[in-house]
DNA sequence: CGTGCTCTAGATAGATCGCTCTAGCGGCTA
DNA sequence: TAGCCGCTAGAGCGATCTATCTAGAGCACG
């Protein structure tokens, strides 16, 4: 039986993480949201912040891969099962005001330069995104090496929609990137 | 005759936010690596930090505007403009050890959530860029809505390309969002 | 020279940061 | 029951954060 307490903090942690980044996430307001003790977070993560950071990114990169995996699943082929990811990212964009887009996006942003542990632990989520996708894609009969260029732009314009819808408060660029996706899926079946 | 404190205190928090973000960079360190006076902080931006983000922002997104039109200024077409534009990014991020990545990308989602000063900030920054690229592809005789489609295209595929490439510390990812920008242009000149 | 204004300069307040520390509860086995 | 241990609980430390405050340098103008 997993630890209650321990899915606690690092479900808010992720929370926090998603909504105003690393260092704008204080450990005080972690164990707030948490509803748990202060002194847990040391007991179960002694390397600290950084620890934590870690753990939750990698969790969270687990946890998204799966989301899409569901969505893929549930589609009866490649093209529509792309096309449903952006509609659903978009639906959840506006259904929380612009606040749940990527999960570990504006971490990696803030820490790619100060942090090589959790820069790391970013490009190891982000490399398992990128190599299931190329995957999914080779699956359906797509060449690898074509099959890779299409999982970055599709990866590329979903993260750089992410970033365009919450500024914006629209969900017009997820609309807008996930009609390339699939246009460049589309040319790549030939 | 422009401040010269001034500048040097909005350049040096333009080049920390870009690198640390918003929250991670202090007043103290703007100051030491502005070579100003703390003092001055707050008699330039009597706002406190919230002020001197919104206009580091706001500079920032000009700056790279003008950035964006030398570039298609240099440019024989449109095409070679855009992959100039790319494949330049890419150079930049390897020169810069993947530090100098897009100016506003990582205070944007800090403050998305937090600041409704600051993301108005940076939305008001992305929507002169969507607006500029718009107008660079109408010029080229592209038909307005689906110019504005390409350009949302382009600049999702190039921030998503600077997260990927800042994680992973690789220019594969801004090359292989190039050549989708690329073929995205193509197909919308028919 | 004296006055006023802009800007420099930095000490300092008050809050919050990550982190360490001790104390004690509750359930387990001996 | 006694002893141990996983975990809860939070006080408190030193450092750092944003922001305010006073003091003075430098210059323009009468």
Known sequence: MPNPTI???????AELFRRQGYTG???????????????????FFPGGKEQLGTE????????????????????PDVVSGVAAFFTGAAEHLRETDYADACPIATV????????????????DAF??????ATEYF???????????EVALTMLCLLEGAFLFCRS??????MHVAGAAAVASLRAAKG
Not at 168 to 173: D, G, M, Q, V, W
């Open 7 to 13: 899915d606690r903090i690092m479900d808010a942690t």
């Open 127 to 132: 490399t398992t995104w990128i190599d299931a």
């Open 56 to 75: 939750v990114i990698r969790r969270s990169g687990r946890l998204y891969l799966e989301l899409f995996i569901t969505i893929a699943a549930a589609s």
């Open 25 to 43: 996430t204080g450990l005080k307001q972690i164990v707030a949201e948490a509803s748990a003790p202060f002194g847990s977070i040391y007991h």
């Open 138 to 148: 080779v699956m359906d009969g797509i060449a690898r090496t074509t099959a890779r």
């Open 168 to 173: 914006l408060k629209s969900t017009e660029p």
């Open 108 to 123: 990696a942003l803030e820490v790619a330069s100060t942090s090589e542990p959790l820069r790391q632990a970013t490009a």
